[in-house]
């Protein structure tokens, strides 16, 4: 249960005053939807309104505050024409301009006679001086009010500056004093002052460089919520160490079999990885091991090897897949391998309906099945193993630590490998997954022909195609990427149409097309058809799996790199150079390129190490936008930036690690004041671990 302590902060925004549902509505779309959400909205800017020149001082295109009488107000001939107060002080004359402006509301608010403060950008025009729309206009006394660094905060459509200030406002009168959770003498260190007093100062930035994330304010908050990160990270992991895992100690026979039935030798990474899964299985503990490797680096067969140990004890094992696709691929890859051993391998997803269905679940209750390769379809209730010792997760970032977790109950003790593509960089992982234990595949298996990448213009579209055409001639097979234009699938799916259109005109059949809103049943058809069939240019949003496995396909070409993120282009990239002709990766570029994106396109052309490019695009963009799409399953923060902050994360790390061994149920004053961080920062999934208290 949510402390009380924080039931102000969880409260919708449209409880605090002058905020009606329609505010409510945009400040969701630029925050969220509670208080809280606006706490965490930080100022990206500051205006200075210090300087209070007099009017005949006052220079063109500045930012003056300035105290002035009201002479008149002359209110236009039409509604095309502005509204216009005239002002002055001892030096000269001022214009305060108005579009679209309500007579009344101005009347009342100058009225003619008196003096006022008013403060915004001054303008030049034909020998007169004038502000149109002033920021603030005010009464003498209340000059301090608005003589001063203005915090300037990412506003939406619709949405004012001063509306928003408003709500700010309201919602730091609600800050309930918090217990101190952080560490007493990482705080005296670094001088930080109570979490209130830094949102407070960060809210209010007395310099330019009070906006730096390495403010000591901002510091302190990013610091709080990596904190909450790691430490609801390590309950997990605490958790899962406290429930019973068994020792799978198979006698190898299996293994020695399948060394003779695999048509290459394993590479040194493999081996090292499989050791290290086998060492971990062994032990009474339940695993969580993550195994990262880039796309191609022979993660299925590394999990299907590690299967085995499981097997010779007369345990079940699963394969999940986050796409029926990639679920039916590995179990297509695995297929073969495992009927050499004589093991029973079985595909499962929510496709498979009717009595079929029913046939396998019975097979599966009855340990008939060995192996269980599917989708998250295996999550269903009627799922039931007769006894699963071993779980592979191929997540590709796209399942959360919950479905992890809903998994392991579906069988006692489980022991289970988390496999990604995504090379992420250290940190990172470190904030997704926390402690678990890493197995790397860092080296390719042998005869991989290095990618050639070059970046090419987009207006040199037709060389791209007719290059496109002779790596046909010569069979191979082609990717083509298109843009991702928004975030909306309908405009994706019409920019591929039509660059689908295109290529078929000059190609014909052998084009095919897939997007994320066709059906999954025409999307696996047409890959299909690229995979084994007549199609031989796949045109795509990014819907292509990550996974998929075309060996002949030499080509790809991405429209508009500029808009992907490193990581997307590396594993897009990564769907050629599989087979054993060279390939060519093409990245097309919308013109002119800004230094950020000349960057990023360089990293690639130089490097085809995931990791490397991984740690880079962090540097270049930030953690915010590393892995660019939303549904990459990392977590995001609010404050906390991975680029600027990475030192507080090893410090937040250890600190987790130390509370957890010192007071596992975060039962001491710290660990209650703890408590009521994880909640602040929605780790509500996390306390459920403790026992209560
Ligand atoms: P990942 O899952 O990491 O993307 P895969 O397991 O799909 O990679 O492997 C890619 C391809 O490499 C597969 O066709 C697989 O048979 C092959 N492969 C895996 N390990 C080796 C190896 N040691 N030597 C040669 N080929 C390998
Ligand atoms: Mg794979």
């Not at 005239?86 to 100058?110: H, I, P, R, W």
């Not at 510091?219 to 990596?226: P, Q």
């Not at 904030?431 to 080296?443: C, F, K, M």
């Not at 696996?524 to 060996?551: N, Q, R, W």
Request: glycine share 8%; hydrophobic share 45%; net charge neutral.
């Amino acid at each position: 249960m949510r402390p009380e302590i924080l039931f102000p902060l969880f409260a919708e925004t449209t409880r605090l005053q002058g905020v009606g549902p329609r505010l409510g509505k945009l400040l969701n779309t630029l925050a969220g939807p509670h208080v809280v959400d606006l706490l965490w909205l930080l100022p990206n800017g500051v205006i200075d309104r210090r300087f209070a020149p007099r009017i005949a001082d006052a220079p063109h295109g500045v930012v003056c505050t300035i105290t002035v009488t009201v002479v008149e107000h002359r209110a236009p001939p039409n509604r095309r024409r502005p509204y216009v107060v005239s002002c002055t002080d001892e030096s000269g004359m001022l214009d305060l301009v108005f579009f679209n402006a309500k007579a009344d509301y101005l009347t009342q608010l100058l009225p003619v006679g008196t003096q006022r403060v008013v403060s915004g950008k001054v303008e030049h025009y034909n020998n007169s001086y004038q502000m149109p729309h002033p920021d603030h206009m005010v009464a003498p006394e209340n000059i301090e009010s608005i003589m001063g660094l203005e915090p300037v905060y990412p506003l939406t459509q619709g949405l004012t500056p001063k509306v928003l200030r408003k709500a700010l406002d309201g919602a730091m009168a609600r800050l309930p004093k918090m217990p101190e959770w952080g560490d007493a003498p990482l705080i005296a260190r670094e001088r930080w002052a109570p979490w209130n007093e830094s949102l407070r100062a960060a809210h209010a930035p007395a310099t330019h460089e009070a906006l730096s994330p390495l403010s000591p304010a901002r510091r302190r908050l990013a610091y709080d919520e990596l904190l909450a990160n790691q430490l609801a990270l390590a309950m997990v992991r605490q958790h899962q160490k406290r429930r019973k895992g068994r020792a799978i100690k198979g006698t190898c026979a299996l293994y020695e079999k399948a060394q003779h039935a695999l048509p290459y030798t394993l590479t040194g990474a493999q081996r090292m990885a499989l050791a290290e899964i086998a060492g971990d299985m062994a032990e009474t503990g339940r695993m969580l091991r993550l195994l990262q490797g880039d796309v191609g680096s022979g993660k299925t067969v590394v999990a299907f090897l590690a299967m085995l140990g499981a097997i010779e004890m007369g345990c079940q094992t699963a394969l999940m897949a986050p796409t029926e696709i990639l679920a039916r691929q590995h179990y297509q890859s695995i297929e073969p391998l495992a009927a050499a051993l004589g093991l029973k391998i079985a595909v499962l997803t929510g496709r498979d309906k009717g009595k079929a269905r029913r046939a396998l679940l019975e097979e599966l209750a009855a340990g008939e099945v060995h192996i269980l390769v599917g989708t998250h379809a295996l999550f269903q209730e009627d799922v039931v193993f007769h006894d699963l010792a071993f779980a592979v997760v191929d997540e590709q970032h796209r399942f959360g630590v919950h479905q992890r977790m809903a998994f392991s109950d579906k069988g006692a003790g489980l022991d289970m490998l988390v496999m990604t593509a995504t090379p992420i960089p250290r940190t990172l992982a470190m904030t997704a997954y926390g402690d678990l234990d890493v197995s790397r595949l860092d080296e390719k298996p042998p005869g991989r022909q290095p990618i050639t990448t070059r970046a090419i213009p987009s207006s040199r579209l037709e060389e791209v195609v007719s290059a496109v055409g002779r790596s046909l001639e010569a069979g191979s097979k082609a990717y083509w990427v298109c843009p991702l234009v928004e975030e909306s699938e309908v405009i994706d799916a019409a920019a591929a149409e039509e660059r689908h259109h295109h290529l078929a005109s000059v190609f014909g059949e052998r084009v095919g097309l897939v997007h994320g809103r066709m059906k999954a049943a025409e999307k696996d058809a047409v890959m299909e058809a690229f995979k084994s069939g007549d199609v031989d240019i796949l045109v795509a949003t990014t819907v292509i799996e990550v996974g998929v496995d075309v060996p002949q396909a030499t080509v790809m070409v991405i429209e508009h790199a500029e808009r992907f993120g490193l990581a997307q282009l590396h594993q897009l990239r990564g769907r050629v150079g599989r087979g054993t002709g060279a390939s060519t990766c093409l990245l097309m570029y919308q013109q002119p390129l800004g230094e950020t994106a000349k960057a990023r396109l360089k990293v690639l052309r130089e490097t085809e190490d995931g990791f490397r490019i991984a740690e880079e695009d962090l540097r270049l963009r930030g953690s915010g936008e590393v892995l660019g799409t939303r549904q990459s399953g990392l977590p995001t923060f609010r404050v906390a930036d991975l680029a600027v902050h990475g030192d507080l994360l090893e410090i937040a790390r250890a600190d987790a690690r130390l509370i957890l061994d010192r007071d596992p149920d975060l039962k001491s004053e710290r660990g209650q004041a703890l408590r009521v961080l994880l909640y602040l920062f929605e780790r509500d999934a996390a306390v459920q671990f403790l026992k209560s208290g």
